[in-house]
């Protein structure tokens, strides 16, 4: 596509529960990462793809925190037994090659809101 | 681990002032990274400044890489309405592929 597509835009979920929030990359980039921006804050990064190697899970807050990305495109991000302090945007980002001097594209995040 | 600090946090200017905001890392960067972000959108990457005391415009927006490649700022002459926005550096060190944000500078410019 054109750009970073992300799903759903916006989630309300009862804390306790699974959600599963999904990034669709620009059509090439083999980088992929994953931040989430509390109300005001700055970008906490979670986690970062490159192409077939392994995940830099470093940014995970806990291991109710997973995601993974299959064929090297689409990427789900996934938080067990959701808990009121998960709210926030969660931004999905891609960029081109293994050269990690290019800007990130951003999508338009998932807000996600834990009541 | 890596921090980078911004300031100020938020700044008011009348439209026609100067706006600057200052970006500190804790540990020497290979690179650093500017973007903007309006009002309930998201991040949209500006530019990048690679080399020890690097000084790039964009019209009416000047960046700055320190010698120490520690630093940065980026400096917005005469702002416009359309500058509204909340600023983020960011930056990576040593061998971490992912980028580190500073916390953001919002701007909101006064008509």
């Known amino acids: 596509g054109a750009g970073v597509s992300q799903s759903p835009s916006n989630k309300v979920t009862e804390k306790g529960k699974d959600v599963e929030l999904r990034c669709d990359p620009i059509?090439?980039?083999?980088?992929l990462y994953w931040y989430r921006q509390s109300l005001g804050q700055g970008l906490e990064f979670l986690i970062y793809?490159?192409?077939?190697?392994?995940?830099?899970k470093s940014g995970l807050p806990s291991d109710r925190f997973s995601a993974e990305r299959t064929g090297g495109s689409v990427s789900t991000l996934t938080i067990q037994r959701t808990q009121q302090e998960d709210s926030a945007v969660y931004l999905c980002?891609?960029?081109?090659?293994?050269?990690?001097?290019?800007?990130?594209?951003f999508g338009s995040g998932t807000r996600l809101t834990v009541v | 681990g890596q921090q980078v600090m911004q300031i100020p946090q938020y700044q008011h200017v009348q439209e026609g002032e100067d706006f600057t905001t200052y970006c500190n890392s804790s540990?020497?960067?290979?690179?650093i990274q500017w973007y903007k972000q309006r009002p309930g959108g998201h991040p949209v990457f500006l530019i990048q400044?690679?080399?020890?005391?690097e000084v790039k415009k964009q019209k009416r927006l000047t960046f700055q890489f320190g010698e120490a490649k520690k630093n940065s700022s980026l400096h917005i002459t005469a702002t416009q309405t359309t500058d509204v926005g909340t600023y983020f550096c960011?930056?990576?060190?040593?061998?971490?592929?992912?980028?580190?944000f500073g916390s953001g500078t919002q701007l909101t410019v006064l008509p």
């Open positions: 059509s090439g980039h083999t980088a």
């Open positions: 980002a891609s960029s081109s090659g293994a050269n990690p001097n290019y800007g990130y594209t």
């Open positions: 793809f490159q192409g077939n190697s392994a995940p830099d």
């Open positions: 400044l690679v080399k020890s005391g």
């Open positions: 540990t020497t960067l290979s690179n």
């Open positions: 960011a930056g990576r060190s040593g061998s971490a592929r992912q980028l580190t």
